[in-house]
C-alpha cells in the first residue's frame, strides 16, 4: 500500500513552465514504476509519462516529449514532473500513480493514486 500526495499546480501563461511533485509513503517496492496522469474535463485519463525504480527505464507520450521530463528521488520518495513550453490544452488535472513493474512502458496496473492537482494554462 502506497500514499501519494501531489502538489504544485496552479495557473501559468502559455509557454511558461511548472514543477509538480509527488510525495511518496508508505509500503515500496524495489519494482514499482511511478507514472504521471492527466485527465481534462469530458476527456479519457492519458498517461504521459512514467520512470521505473532506478531511473533505467522511461516512457513519454508523444504529446509532452520534448517538453515534460520525469524525474525521481529515492532519497527523498518522492517524483517529479518539469513541465515546459505550457500549452493551454495542457490544462487538467494531473495525478501521480504507482505499479509495479520493471518497464515504464504501458499503463495498465496502476493500483494506487494520488488526489490530483490542477494545472491551468491560460493563452
Known amino acids: 500500500q502506497v500514499q501519494l500526495v501531489e502538489s504544485g499546480g496552479g495557473l501559468v501563461q502559455a509557454g511558461g513552465s511548472l514543477r509538480l511533485a509527488c510525495a511518496v509513503s508508505?509500503?515500496?517496492?524495489?519494482?514499482?514504476?511511478m507514472g504521471w496522469f492527466r485527465q481534462a474535463p469530458g476527456k479519457d485519463r492519458e498517461l504521459l509519462t512514467a520512470?521505473?525504480?532506478?531511473?533505467?527505464?522511461?516512457y513519454y507520450a508523444d504529446s509532452v516529449k520534448g517538453r515534460f521530463i520525469i524525474s525521481r528521488d529515492n532519497a527523498k520518495s518522492s517524483v517529479y514532473l518539469q513541465m515546459n513550453s505550457l500549452k493551454p490544452e495542457d490544462t487538467a488535472v494531473y495525478y501521480c500513480?504507482?505499479?509495479?513493474?520493471?518497464?515504464?512502458?504501458?499503463?495498465?496496473?496502476?493500483?494506487?493514486w494520488g488526489q490530483g492537482t490542477q494545472v491551468t494554462v491560460s493563452s
Open positions: 520512470i521505473n525504480w532506478s531511473g533505467s527505464s522511461l
Open positions: 508508505g509500503r515500496t517496492f524495489t519494482n514499482y514504476v
Open positions: 500513480a504507482a505499479r509495479r513493474g520493471v518497464s515504464a512502458a504501458g499503463e495498465r496496473g496502476y493500483d494506487d
